[in-house]
């Protein structure tokens, strides 16, 4: 099933509005709806959100891609451009989130996102937005190479579950130190480890196991983590 496009009006100069993508599944289920914002070097348009949107879709969870600003005039360029600064990326989240709201106002709303993504959605959920839950793909712990600084200062502030879905190879998220950061969070925190898999979620030849693979896995663990965090 095509993904419906939608134009989510945004508050930024210069720009009225960014482009996203809404996969729906092929019958209402009343399920969660969930936000799934994509990381700092590709769009929503990514295979492996498009891969993970779909799956989740034929799962039965309406999911919505947007473009961050950045992403989106990349995409009209026809050129990469780097990540906005960090308030540029809350306030169009934010416009995706009340997009997202405003098609399903009697849903609950799970915020989601791919690394730079599910930062994001972290940071507006500890700033009060209203959401159910978040779900955390590839989360960014720290820079690569500097695992002393830290993106869990605000974990302690988050009172919604979340579910974190990581790999073992993730050069981004030092598991012996993500263990010790979700103590923190302030609400009930599932982490699902995905073996083998780097940031990308790509798994050595050797592992025996395909990237279609992995993405049926992600898509499986956050369709049981709903099922089970907010049953109908």
């Given at each position: 099933?095509?993904?419906?496009s939608?134009?989510?009006?945004?508050?930024?100069a210069?720009?009225?509005?960014?482009?996203?993508?809404?996969d729906?599944?092929?019958?209402?289920?009343?399920?969660?709806?969930?936000?799934?914002?994509h990381?700092?070097?590709?769009?929503?348009?990514h295979?492996?959100?498009?891969?993970?949107?779909?799956?989740?879709?034929?799962?039965?969870?309406?999911?919505?891609?947007?473009?961050?600003?950045?992403a989106?005039?990349a995409?009209r360029?026809?050129?990469?451009?780097?990540?906005?600064?960090?308030?540029?990326?809350?306030?169009?989240?934010?416009s995706a989130?009340?997009t997202?709201?405003?098609?399903?106002?009697?849903?609950?709303v799970?915020?989601?996102?791919?690394?730079m993504?599910?930062?994001?959605?972290?940071y507006?959920a500890?700033g009060?937005?209203?959401?159910?839950?978040?779900?955390l793909?590839?989360?960014?712990?720290?820079p690569?190479?500097?695992?002393e600084?830290?993106?869990?200062?605000?974990?302690?502030t988050?009172?919604q579950?979340?579910?974190?879905?990581?790999?073992?190879?993730?050069?981004?998220?030092?598991?012996?130190?993500?263990?010790?950061?979700l103590?923190?969070?302030?609400?009930?925190?599932?982490?699902?480890?995905?073996?083998?898999?780097?940031?990308?979620?790509e798994?050595?030849k050797k592992?025996?196991?395909t990237?279609?693979?992995?993405?049926?896995?992600?898509?499986?663990?956050?369709?049981?983590?709903?099922?089970?965090?907010?049953?109908?």
């Amino acid at each position: 099933m095509e993904p419906e496009s939608l134009e989510i009006p945004v508050e930024l100069a210069g720009q009225g509005s960014v482009s996203g993508l809404l996969d729906l599944p092929q019958a209402d289920s009343g399920r969660c709806v969930l936000l799934l914002a994509h990381g700092a070097g590709a769009g929503a348009t990514h295979p492996f959100l498009q891969a993970v949107a779909q799956g989740l879709a034929a799962r039965g969870l309406a999911v919505l891609r947007f473009h961050y600003a950045y992403a989106e005039h990349a995409l009209r360029e026809g050129r990469q451009r780097p990540p906005d600064r960090r308030p540029v990326l809350e306030s169009v989240h934010q416009s995706a989130l009340n997009t997202l709201r405003a098609r399903f106002p009697d849903r609950r709303v799970l915020l989601g996102g791919k690394s730079m993504g599910g930062r994001i959605g972290t940071y507006l959920a500890a700033g009060g937005a209203d959401c159910a839950g978040l779900v955390l793909v590839g989360y960014p712990l720290h820079p690569p190479g500097r695992p002393e600084k830290l993106r869990s200062e605000h974990f302690g502030t988050i009172a919604q579950p979340a579910l974190f879905l990581q790999g073992t190879r993730d050069a981004l998220c030092d598991l012996e130190l993500l263990t010790p950061a979700l103590e923190t969070w302030g609400g009930r925190v599932t982490l699902h480890v995905v073996e083998g898999a780097d940031h990308g979620f790509e798994v050595l030849k050797k592992s025996g196991r395909t990237h279609a693979e992995v993405i049926e896995e992600i898509c499986d663990a956050i369709d049981e983590w709903e099922r089970a965090t907010f049953p109908l």
